[in-house]
């Protein structure tokens, strides 16, 4: 028996709006996106267009994350800290957005390049993003969750980059992080069923290097053990009868 939350028809109409609100918050940010600016004021921009649509960040106070979004610069993989630093020429930035919209949560997420990028950092995101594409193509109603991983180990094998282990996608819902754990790498487990009516997403962490990861000293930033480039991409996706919906494209 599946402890996986199955939602409602009516879930999914909240669910696609809290989905379309995260990511109008990376189209708004997008052109924001450019050398000179702070970590920091993207999360203010980001966190003034989030309250102004009526919704809340979930990350903001989350277990005590500081900040409305996630932003991790070039060798962060996850959950860097919005802050003073300024982006350069030739970083690439993933930011992390996740919102409340009435109780209810959408988590995406994409990898900008700022300015001109050595051709090493632009085959990473490309290929993040295809890990990302390939993952949600494995999604089939009535599938399995280790289709997922197993369909972006397949492909990014061939590329020589690494999948990070220790971060993985998630339900999502009501709570922001729900049941099943989504795995990025083939675990050789079939896992449990996908069904009509569950939320999650997928959200792979791709590096140039080692897929090892450790966490900085402030207790959040998720950084690659050799200071590799790391980029990801994430989706919130809608299992649906017969198809899938991604609620954030
Ligand atoms: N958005 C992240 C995710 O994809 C979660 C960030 S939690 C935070 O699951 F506390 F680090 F912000
Ligand atoms: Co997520
Ligand atoms: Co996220």
Request: hydrophobic share 35%; proline share 3%; aromatic share 8%.
């Amino acid at each position: 028996m599946s402890e996986i939350e199955i939602y409602s028809l009516d879930d999914l109409g909240y669910m696609r709006n809290s989905g379309r609100l995260a990511r109008d918050v990376l189209l708004f940010i997008e052109p924001h996106v450019q050398p000179g600016v702070s970590t920091s004021t993207l999360n203010d921009l980001c966190h003034d267009f989030i309250t102004q649509n009526g919704a809340t960040s979930a990350t903001l106070n989350y277990n005590g994350f500081p900040k409305s979004i996630c932003t991790s610069v070039n060798h962060v993989i996850c959950h860097g800290i919005p802050g003073e630093y300024k982006l350069r020429q030739g970083d690439i930035i993933n930011i992390d957005v996740t919102v409340n919209l009435e109780g209810w949560h959408g988590d995406t997420s994409k990898t900008f390049l700022v300015g001109k990028c050595t051709k090493l950092a632009e085959t990473l995101v490309r290929t993040a993003e295809r890990a990302l594409n390939v993952g949600i193509t494995a999604v089939k109603p009535f599938g399995y969750f280790g289709d997922i991983g197993a369909a972006i180990q397949q492909f990014v094998d061939r590329t020589g980059f690494s999948i990070v282990r220790d971060y993985c996608g998630h339900g999502i819902g009501r709570e922001m992080h729900s049941k099943p754990a989504v795995l990025h790498y083939d675990c050789r487990e079939k896992g449990e069923q996908i069904l009509p009516g569950m939320f999650f997403t997928i959200e792979p962490m791709i590096n140039v290097g080692s897929y090892k990861s450790r966490i900085l000293n402030d207790g959040w930033t998720a950084v690659t053990i050799d200071k590799s480039l790391s980029a990801q991409f994430e989706h919130t996706i809608a299992v649906m009868n017969d198809s899938i919906e991604i609620l954030t494209e």
